[in-house]
């Protein structure tokens, strides 16, 4: 009974190295690193049922305890390719909104410099209401709006000013 | 008891018993997963392009890594082709010369092994001192990578 635990213990500690090894391997290629956790956690679990049952036995702990550092380097190492991957994202954010705030600085100029001759037509629509209002914005027609607006004022203040008088 | 001696008989193999030897079976292991990795390497053709593994780094940051082509480079240098391997990885040839060495280690090592057991002990720090030195050249690239990338 006791050889059949330690034969266990043993191939845990095979089997914990061997998926170390090759997580170790794959952790520092970028290209997978970020999935070689995966196997990393497989191993390290690995490792750590082996001690106990070594532990409990009294067995030799050598090959365990190779695979459990090995394991937790190879985690590290793959932690760190998604810490780079991370960093490596952030970087190209910032550029992305500095290149999307000129695109927005572009089209808005570009709105603008339409608008001041185009027209301009909003529609509105609610519980089966329609509302809609067309402009035409123009800058001549717009500065002669103003002049005749400002004419109508003046000529409202001297009606103003009559009435005053003849009160 | 003598049921049990019988069973443990008619299962083991011819020769010296593997299972008493750990590090025979982590070398198996170890080669065999090497040969699949060349396999891999030879079934997946680079023109038709059709790898089932693609780069979860470029995915998630929409930028090429380093080790990005290592699969084409790989099945390139199994073709005989390795010029056309240095353009898709400049780093594909010395990971491959790793694991290609790495195979003959494993299987070379595992004679010895069996061959000379008085020099066991020396032989597996031998073989531990002398791969660690092999990765460390072969992935460095890879492994600065990295560091710069901690490091910014």
Sequence with gaps: MEEKTNSTGQNLGIAALITAIITFVFAVIPCVGIIAIIPGIIAIVLASVGLSHASRNESPRGVLIAALIIGIVAVLISLSQIFVAGEIVKKTENKWSGEIREVIKQVQEDVLRDLEDASVSIKVESNGEKVEINTHLNRKDLLEELEELEELEEVNTEEDDTLQTEK | ?152
């Design chain 2, 1 to 152: 008891m003598i049921l049990c001696k019988r069973k443990s008989d008619q299962g083991s193999l011819p020769g010296p018993d593997i299972r008493n030897h750990p590090y025979i079976i982590i070398n198996i292991v170890l080669a065999g997963i090497i040969v699949l990795i060349f396999a891999y390497s030879g079934i997946f053709s680079p023109v038709k392009d059709n790898y089932p593994v693609k780069c979860i780094h470029e995915k998630l940051t929409g930028e090429p890594c380093v080790s990005c082509g290592l699969s084409h480079s790989f099945s390139l240098i199994i073709r005989g082709k390795i010029a056309e391997a240095y353009q898709w990885n400049i780093y594909g040839m010395r990971v491959f010369l790793f694991f290609a060495l790495q195979l003959v280690i494993r299987i070379v090592f595992s004679f010895f092994y069996l061959k000379y057991p008085d020099t066991r002990k020396e032989l597996i720090i031998f073989d531990i001192a002398g791969s660690v030195l092999i990765f460390l050249i072969a992935f460095f690239p890879f492994i600065r990578s990295i560091s710069s990338g901690i490091l910014g």
